[in-house]
C-alpha cells in the first residue's frame, strides 16, 4: 500500500478490562482453548496473553477452516505444533459435532484429574477459557460446543463484552470471554489483514484503503479468484480507479447515470473476501 496509508489501532476499554478480569479468574482454569482464524492463523494468534495465562494447558483451534487455503495454512498451522503446540482445525458451518474437541480436552487434563484423586479430593467439571481475536468465531464454537444457541453471534467484532460461565455438559465448564487485541498493532500488514477479516471494528477503518489492501493482497496472492469474480486480469495499483468501475460494472454497483457507487463497491470488495466468495484464502505468508 502507498506509504501514507492510515494506521490502525483499536483497543476499547472493554478489551483492558478483559485482561484483567481472566488475570483475576486464570487460577480456576484447568486449560484454555485459544481461538484462530485459519485464514489468517499468524495475524489471529492473540499477542501478549502468555504471563495472563501463567502456562495453562492450551488447545489452538483454527475455526472457518472450510474457508482457508489449506495447503499454505496447514503448513503454517505445522509450525505451532513443532513448537509444542497442541492444534485442532474445525469448519464450524459444518461440523455439527465437536466431540473430537471434547476428547482432546480431556486428554490433555486427564493427569490433573488423576492429581486430585490423589489428594482424595473429588473429579469435578473441566474449566475452560476460551480466548480470541474479536470474530475468530468463539461464540459459534461454544453454540456448536453446547448443542443449542448460548451466545450472541455477529458477523461484527465486539459483539461479547463480559466474561461469562457457560455449562457445555456434567463434565465441561466454559469461560467465555470478549475478543482481545493488543494496545498497540506495531505490525500494520497484520493490522490490515485483521481488519480485511472483521476482527476489527469497520467503523474506525477507511474502507478505500481497506479495499486496496485487500484487492492488493489477492493480485499477489490469488490473481486467478480476481479475474473469476470481477473479470479483473490486470490491475493499475496507480490509478486504482479503473479498476473500481470495472468491479462496480461487473457488480451493479453504479448510480444514477452510470457513476461508479465507490462506497458499494468497497462493501462489496470486503464483504467478497469475508464470505469466501473469492474463494479459499490464507492472507498471512
Known sequence: MNDNKTNINWYPGHMAKTKREIKEKIDLIDLVYEVIDARMPLSSKVQDVDDLLKGKPRILIATKYDLCDKKVTDGLLEKYRQEGMNVVTCDLMNDKNLNFLIEKSKEIVANQNEIRKARGLQNRALRVLIIGVPNVGKSTLINRLVGRKATLTGNKPGVTKNLG?????????????????????????????????????????????????????????????????????????????????????????????????YDKVYSIIIQDLKEGYLGPITLDR
Open 165 to 261: 460461565w457457560i455449562r457445555i455438559n456434567k463434565d465441561i465448564e466454559l469461560l467465555d470471554s470478549p475478543g482481545i487485541l493488543w494496545p498497540k498493532l506495531e505490525n500494520q500488514e497484520q493490522a490490515y489483514i485483521l481488519a480485511s477479516l472483521s476482527s476489527i471494528k469497520e467503523d474506525i477503518l477507511n474502507l478505500d484503503e481497506l479495499s486496496f489492501f485487500i484487492l492488493q493482497k489477492m493480485y499477489t496472492l490469488y490473481p486467478e479468484s480476481l479475474q473469476k469474480r470481477y473479470g479483473l486480469e490486470k490491475i493499475d495499483f496507480d490509478n486504482i480507479e479503473e479498476t473500481f468501475d470495472a468491479i462496480a460494472k461487473k457488480r451493479g454497483a453504479l448510480l444514477k447515470g452510470g457513476v461508479t457507487d
